[in-house]
């Protein structure tokens, strides 16, 4: 009797170990499907852009990847996708915010490093005219949580806002 008494403590436990397991594993599969996003799938990211308020439009860039554009802070954004599949144009892993300016004189190489030492995440460049060029890149890899992506364009926006005083000395 006393096996008996073991045997079924040891299914029982079996089971619910199982139980467990399972119960546990539905939240961990679901978070990878809903409030993540990836460069992998550009109309996730449309998607949550739209969701938070802005207007946003998916087209493709020369190369035919992926391209979207949206405004941010009112200043017009372009998010470029990187390591996409070079046949298919698919399988993005990453992408960057782009937002250039247009000076009336060009803005100097000792403006742009002063930038970069006071703004960590974001990099500045001067294109062929010497406008200032600023971008932020993204790692989204097999996914990203929501929030943290949008957490990356509110503080691009900041940032571009920062750079607009600094460019136009507003």
Not at 4 to 14: M, P, Q, S, V, W
Not at 127 to 143: K, N, S
Request: overall charge negative; proline content about 4%.
């Amino acid at each position: 009797m006393a096996l008996r008494i073991n045997a079924a403590r040891g299914a029982l436990a079996l089971a619910s170990g199982l139980a467990l397991c399972a119960a546990l594993a539905v939240p961990a599969a679901a978070q990878t499907q809903r409030g993540m996003v990836s460069a992998a799938q550009p109309e996730g990211l449309v998607a949550v852009l739209k969701g938070a308020g802005y207007e946003t439009t998916l087209d493709k860039d020369d190369l035919g990847d992926p391209l979207i554009r949206f405004r941010g802070e009112g200043y017009r954004v372009t998010m470029l996708f990187y390591g996409c599949d070079k046949t298919t144009h698919k399988g993005c892993d990453s992408v960057q915010f782009r937002t250039a300016f247009d000076r009336e004189e060009p803005w100097t190489a000792r403006a742009v490093s002063d930038f970069a030492a006071k703004y960590r995440y974001a990099s500045a460049s001067l294109d062929d005219e010497g406008d200032p060029v600023f971008t932020w890149d993204v790692v989204t890899g097999d996914g990203i949580p929501a929030a943290v992506f949008l957490s990356s364009v509110r503080r691009f926006e900041n940032t571009i806002s920062n750079a607009a005083e600094l460019v136009f000395g507003k």
